[in-house]
């Protein structure tokens, strides 16, 4: 039963988390920068997430814990935010989820060089599975070299950040992991934003966009996230979160009449068959 609890977190996270690039179209359209829709991202989420660990009556984490997640939000995730959402503007969506989803390869040979895990045949089956799924899903467009090494580097350093928050989560609830790695991320895109210079939402249209992505992209598949990595340990959250790219392109296609292809639709199929694979082999173990 926790196992496919955790299945279902990291669904929910991927459905989440697919919603990024779609709103972010909209945010950048409004006339804001990466720095300043990141800040705003932050700040309002760690706003939320403080309120909410009060009501919990929950404390910060120990010190140490508080600076590993603090590295966390502020080294980790700023960098890999700040490259994801850098990238989509010198590619296409699709290229950018493409290269992106080269992080659960990333995340399994990690696991096995640092975390000792083992790559199961029915792991590995899965994840030949997700990755092939993605690389069709994707439907990529073409892009400038900028772009791809931004989307190559946003998948390596996610997958570092998801193999040291395995060890992190042991200590604390994925409340206060989020409250804290939010607070971080926040704070160094608000010295970027200062240096930079801000560029504010022009019209309530961006201000909406910016709230969309602070709670259905944010706060959501962050916290849902934390908690299935938990339970399932960061391969199997890794593969399951492949789900986004079809989030993304179904989103594409409703909004901006982007076209589904036969390849798509078999990319999310296999992605799918990843899915329940994992869902199935209960003997795996958190890793």
Same mark, same amino acid.
């Given at each position: 039963?926790?196992?496919?609890?955790?299945?279902?977190?990291?669904?929910?996270?991927?459905?989440?988390?697919?919603t990024?690039?779609?709103?972010g179209?909209?945010? *950048? %359209?409004?006339?804001?920068? /990466?720095?300043?829709? $990141?800040? !705003?991202?932050?700040s +309002?989420? @760690? =706003?939320?997430?403080?309120?909410?660990?009060r009501?919990?009556?929950e404390?910060?984490?120990d010190?140490?814990?508080?600076?590993?997640l603090?590295?966390?939000?502020?080294?980790?995730?700023?960098?890999?935010?700040?490259?994801?959402?850098?990238?989509?503007? *010198? %590619?296409?969506?699709?290229? /950018?989820?493409?290269? $992106?989803? !080269?992080y659960?390869? +990333?995340? @399994? =040979?990690l696991?096995?060089?640092?975390?000792?895990?083992?790559?199961t045949?029915?792991?590995?089956l899965?994840?030949?599975?997700?990755t092939a799924?993605?690389a069709?899903?994707?439907?990529?467009?073409?892009?400038?070299?900028?772009?791809?090494?931004?989307?190559? %580097?946003?998948?390596?350093?996610?997958?570092?950040y998801?193999?040291?928050?395995?060890?992190?989560?042991?200590k604390?609830?994925?409340?206060?992991?989020?409250?804290?790695?939010?607070?971080?991320?926040?704070?160094?895109?608000?010295?970027?934003?200062?240096?930079?210079?801000?560029?504010?939402?022009?019209t309530?249209?961006?201000?909406?966009?910016i709230?969309?992505i602070? %709670?259905?992209?944010?706060?959501?598949?962050?916290?849902?996230?934390?908690?299935?990595?938990?339970?399932?340990?960061?391969?199997?959250?890794?593969?399951?979160?492949t789900?986004?790219?079809?989030?993304?392109?179904?989103?594409?296609?409703?909004?901006?009449?982007?076209?589904?292809?036969?390849a798509?639709?078999?990319?999310?199929?296999?992605?799918?068959g990843?899915?329940?694979?994992?869902?199935?082999?209960?003997?795996?173990?958190?890793?």
């Open positions: 039963m926790n196992r496919m609890v955790g299945i279902g977190l990291i669904t929910v996270s991927a459905a989440s988390f697919g990024l690039a779609i709103i179209r909209y945010a *950048y %359209a409004d006339g804001m920068d /990466v720095t300043t829709v $990141l800040f !705003l991202r932050f +309002f989420s @760690a =706003l939320f997430m403080l309120t909410w660990l009501l919990r009556r404390p910060l984490p010190r140490r814990t508080l600076l590993e603090a590295g966390m939000g502020g080294l980790g995730y700023v960098a890999q935010s700040f490259c994801f959402m850098s990238a989509i503007q *010198y %590619a296409s969506a699709g290229l /950018v989820a493409l290269l $992106l989803y !080269l659960p390869t +990333f995340v @399994a =040979l696991s096995v060089i640092f975390l000792k895990a083992k790559l045949p029915g792991r590995l899965a994840l030949a599975l997700a799924g993605a069709l899903t994707a439907n990529p467009q073409g892009g400038q070299l900028p772009g791809v090494l931004l989307a190559i %580097a946003a998948a390596a350093i996610y997958a570092v998801i193999i040291v928050g395995t060890g992190v989560m042991r604390v609830s994925a409340v206060q992991s989020s409250t804290v790695i939010f607070i971080a991320a926040g704070l160094v895109f608000g010295g970027l934003t200062a240096l930079s210079g801000p560029h504010w939402p022009a309530s249209a961006g201000w909406m966009a709230v969309a602070t %709670a259905v992209a944010t706060i959501i598949p962050v916290i849902t996230f934390l908690a299935g990595l938990k339970i399932i340990g960061p391969t199997d959250a890794a593969l399951l979160s789900l986004e790219p079809v989030v993304t392109v179904v989103l594409a296609a409703l909004l901006f009449g982007e076209l589904i292809r036969p798509m639709m078999l990319g999310g199929g296999l992605i799918l990843a899915v329940v694979l994992l869902a199935v082999n209960r003997d795996q173990k958190v890793v």
